[in-house]
C-alpha cells in the first residue's frame, strides 16, 4: 500500500512540477531512500 502511495503522490509531484527533470529526479530519489 506505501507503495502505490507513493506512486500516486509521484505522479501528482511530476504533474505540478511538469518538466523539471531536475525537481523529478530529487523526488525520485527521495521515494528510492
Known sequence: MKE???KQA???LT???GS???FN???LK???V
Open 4 to 6: 502505490e502511495f507513493a
Open 10 to 12: 509521484l505522479v501528482a
Open 15 to 17: 504533474s505540478v512540477l
Open 20 to 22: 523539471d527533470l531536475y
Open 25 to 27: 529526479i530529487q523526488i
Open 30 to 32: 527521495v521515494f528510492q
